[in-house]
């Protein structure tokens, strides 16, 4: 289980807090103009919680080897090569016996769907994906792919939580 912490607040447009008031702050807003002051209603931390990959049985164990790689092999941050490190991962692991030819993510799903014996399964939030899935996101412009770590998730990168883009699909193999 994972806990996120997020403020209770958020205040958009604020550029720079200009002086604190004892009724509020004053502040600059994006076109560098004084603005009102404002009170300040609550302060604090909110928890969130996540709950870990669930083991599936029906998943092959090949796809939690793949995301033990995942993990291993992810950077800190972002390197936008996350399709191509979820295939290396999947070659690596023995689930899929050729380097999948696509370029970008967002066409993974229909991929591994056509040529690997991947099926989608009927899971629409990222959080509630088993262990092991391959999770595909995006629009018409840009994707992502990543799969579904014990504490998190795996591409290029080691992330706690899902991707923010549109969930197209969760795939997985038996």
């Known amino acids: 289980m994972q806990i996120v912490r997020l403020p209770?607040?958020?205040f958009g447009f604020l550029?720079?807090?200009k002086s604190a008031h004892a009724q509020g702050f004053v502040f600059r807003?994006?076109?560098g103009h004084m603005g009102s002051s404002f009170s300040v209603i609550g302060r604090g931390w909110h928890r969130v919680i996540h709950p870990g990959g669930q083991l599936d049985p029906r998943i092959s164990p090949k796809l939690?080897?793949?995301a033990s790689i995942a993990q291993a092999r992810a950077n800190p941050h972002s390197h936008g090569l996350c399709w191509r490190y979820v295939k290396e991962a999947l070659v690596a692991a023995g689930v899929v016996k050729s380097y999948p030819k696509t370029s970008y993510a967002?066409?993974?799903?229909?991929?591994l769907v056509r040529e690997y014996g991947f099926t989608r399964l009927s899971v629409h939030n990222p959080y509630s994906a088993p262990l092991g899935a391959v999770l595909v996101y995006g629009d018409?412009?840009?994707?992502?792919v990543e799969i579904r770590t014990k504490d998190g998730f795996a591409s290029d990168y080691h992330s706690n939580n899902?991707?923010?883009?549109?969930?197209?699909?969760?795939?997985a193999k038996s």
């Not at 923010?164 to 969760?170: E, I, K, N, S, W």
Request: charged content about 25%.
């Open 162 to 171: 899902a991707c923010f883009y549109r969930l197209v699909g969760v795939y």
């Open 8 to 10: 209770l607040i958020v």
């Open 140 to 144: 018409l412009k840009r994707g992502h």
């Open 15 to 17: 550029l720079s807090l």
């Open 29 to 31: 807003d994006r076109w």
């Open 64 to 66: 939690r080897e793949a």
């Open 106 to 111: 967002i066409d993974a799903g229909n991929e």
